[in-house]
């Protein structure tokens, strides 16, 4: 059951936020909501430049043209009334300017990231596909870019797909960054190949004829990639993977930073995740450090970092300031760490999606915490979602959790809602504070994204939410499973 603890004083500016969406205006083409800015912004998500972050919601279930499980991508622009009000874009392979086929089980949308790909300004979309079939090779899979502008979305580019030589299921799982220091944005993505899977990297530019060929990052024999994230882990300013590895008998994560044209490892652990895996700053000192969530031992291993994991927990590995990655140390956190809201229950799925932000602007990163299987009062599954952040002195995560019984949180936690099976942040109301986005995928059996705005001053305003029928969208499927960042 989600319990409530009051919030230390550097974190009672972190709490749930406004939505407004009641009177969302739902659109149906690639037009952005709103006016945009002469300059571009250069946010990560801010697809039409007009300086509002804006929300990419994966939905690759969703059926397009009578086609089920093709798949799309709906993106709720943020404004000055955050999310809702200014209506969203859908796009899919059946948009004009998108290569590719809308067709039955293709799941596009399935994995989605955002970054300034072409460098004019704009974020782009970063799409997975890895259902689609290409030719004869069935769920061969693609990675596909729709570009960004000053009036919304403008056409596409495959960076990479699937097919030869029995490679499959290419944009399961995927992330940039400029990985290779050349200045250009890079994707590393999964692919597989009969009895072998890696973790490989498209580098950029992504323009009209450049190659696209793949270089292999990380391999395994009868195991793979299972997630994927990007951060400064070296400290040098740029770029670097973390990955989680999962198969027969083996797993683990990596951290992995490239010089002088090759890959080394900075780190590694047994300790694994099949889901989540979140890079910031968390102890404040100016270097990444790098969130496992609902943290898994290696099968073959004695022990874990994490020996108590009832309900999820995740481990936190510190950077060092002039220091090797982990020379931090690490620490655990769970639902029964003190000052934590909630109780540990099994099957909570504590940890199993993360996200981070400064979102008090103080200089330490915030970790978003899904539990999306924790059961609240008698209904089953509802899930919650925990703010947690150091108080400073010391490595442990603190901060209250939050369900749809929460003061102010719309709606009523309900059995199978699922809320927290996803949760990503931007500055989605242009107030320069990054708010927070959480899915549920399961609520009134289409989904939805709670949207919590951060309060600068007084009072929190309310957590309301945002849905497939509020924007008028159809053919979603388990809307809010999937959220960009």
Known sequence: MTQHVRKPARNRLIAAGALCAATALALTGLTAGGASAVEPSKLRADYNG???????VGVPGATVGGKAGAGYVNVVWGGASGLGKHGSATVSQATTGVPGTAEAGDKFGRAVDSNDMNGDGYADLVVGAPGEDIDA????GTVTIVWGSASGFNGGFTAASGGENEARGYGAALTTGDFDKDGDKDIALNTHSDETSSLSMRPGPFTSGSPATLSRIQGWHFAGPTVVTSGDFDGDGGDDIALAYDGMEISGTEVLSRASGAWKTAWSSGDTTYSALAAGDFDGDGTDDLAIGHVQPNPESESTACEDRLGGAVLTVYGKKGGAFGDGGSSCTTQDSPQVGGTAEADDNFGAHLATANVDKDGIDELIVGADTEAVGTAKNAGSYSVLASLG?????????????????????????????????????GDTYPDIAVGAPGED?????????????????????????????????????????
Do not use: I
């Not at 007084?458 to 924007?471: A, C, E, I, W």
């Open 445 to 485: 059996g289409k989904g939805g994204v709670w949207y919590a705005a951060t309060p600068k001053d007084g009072p929190n305003p309310p957590v309301t939410s945002v849905t497939p029928g509020k924007l008028g969208l159809s053919g979603s499927v388990a809307y809010g499973a999937v959220l960009g960042r």
């Open 393 to 429: 002195t010391g490595k442990h995560l603190v901060g209250p959790s939050f369900s749809q019984n929460s003061t102010g949180v719309a709606g009523n936690a309900e059995a199978d809602d699922r809320l927290g099976a996803a949760v990503t942040t931007g500055d989605y109301n």
């Open 137 to 140: 090779a069935l769920n061969a």
């Open 50 to 56: 007009d300086g509002y972050a804006d929300l990419a």
